[in-house]
């Protein structure tokens, strides 16, 4: 999950290593809500019974204190993969963790079977740069075996300051073997949106988390791509791979950016209480023109948000791989001891109302992840194509003036270039290449 907590709001799918996160909707309880039931008399003389069991007969002496803590993270964790509980410093590091600064790995966590599971690196961290992939199972932490562990301590293991080493063993799908990866610990600097050109007026925006600043900085880079590309764009591509989610409110405000009007997202507590319905604003920044949205299995929570929103509302087209499949919302609500809870108060649905819980996001187009190497035989000596011209006494054009032959080598140079950078695409990144193929093919079918 990203951890991104903005005192009533938040969006998550896990932990986030050096800080915390949740899609919350709201921090204080409904008092107009009726009365839970009356406690089960004999499950709490069981409850009792136990822990003095525990306090008399461990092989070791236990504080009250800490027993009760324990058992209320038990209580907690045992609801959900999202609902926890957050002591004091868990819960000021989730609020220090809205600032986009915090010391860590960069990377976002989730407990699955007992093992820490990555949900997915942040860009340009320690964690991505070690080449941390989504769906990696962290077995070990330097010399400490996972299993057993809860989430917190997991992270707590993690963390550490900047400067300082920590050896992950991780278990991959598809290797032979565990890898053994050793990271520097550093200062996180959570940049959430960055931009620039794939070709003339084809803007490619990245958003890696969902943060307080991440629509103004959305508009800001919007602005200026188009000035790069002399004041208007012919299309867009918008990377959500590997984006965990963050704050509910960049979700909504980053989809209202290219919505005219309709519902956002929805979400509904418990019997359908509670419930809320976003709703979009006239306006789009990008005047209609097409969007590719490109999502993986480490797209969660907001991304899948916006995701689902710009589907539903054809608004733009989906490639990649189904997403995460977090679709529940939850609500911190602080406690006397300085502490909280993070708890799942609510389900979220997508404009037409499906729910995508467990299930993810679809894409409209599949692009499996592919690695493309250069051809050897790919250089500018291969031989070339036989073409009229070359032809003994062919016809010359009789549009032969020197200008003419001028413009035309320029057009062919451009299109040399072009073509490189398209090879040098594909073999950095075979799925934006194809959705940058796809973004030029509807911008041609669009054009007037």
Known sequence: MSFSYRVPLALAAGILIGASVSLTSGVLADKTK???????????????????????DYVEPVEDKVLLENAVRGMLSGLDPHSAYLDKDEFKEMNIATSGKFGGLGIEVQMQDGFVKVVAPIDDTPAARAGIQPGDLIVKIDDTPVKGLTLSEAVNKMRGEPGSTVKLTLVREGEPAPKVIE???????????????????????????????????????????????????KGMILDLRNNPGGVLDAAVK???????HGKIVTIRGRDGRDGRDFEATPGDLLDGKPIIVMINAGSASASEIVAGALQDHKRGVLVGSR????GSVQTILPLSN?????????????PSGRSIQAEGIEPDIIIRPLRIARDDNDSENAFEPVSEADLAKSL????????????????????????????ALAESDYALYEALNLLKGLVIARAP
Do not use: C, W
């Open 254 to 260: 980053v989809s209202d950016s290219f919505l005219e």
């Open 183 to 233: 990271l520097k610990r550093d200062v996180i600097k959570v940049s959430s949106v960055r931009g620039r050109l794939l070709e003339p007026g084809m803007a490619y925006l990245r958003i890696s988390s969902f943060t307080t600043e991440t629509a103004p900085m959305l508009g800001k880079e919007l602005a200026r791509l188009k000035s790069e590309s002399g004041g208007a764009l």
């Open 338 to 350: 300085e502490g909280a809870i993070k708890i799942t108060t609510a389900r979220y649905y997508t």
């Open 323 to 326: 997403s995460f499949g977090k």
């Open 34 to 56: 009726s009365p839970p039931e009356s406690l089960p008399v004999k499950d709490l003389q069981t409850f009792v019974e136990i822990l003095n069991r525990v306090k008399t």
């Open 396 to 423: 010359a054009n009789e549009n032969g003036d020197p200008a003419h032959k001028d413009e035309l080598a320029k057009k062919r140079e451009a299109a040399e270039r072009q073509a490189q950078q398209a090879r």
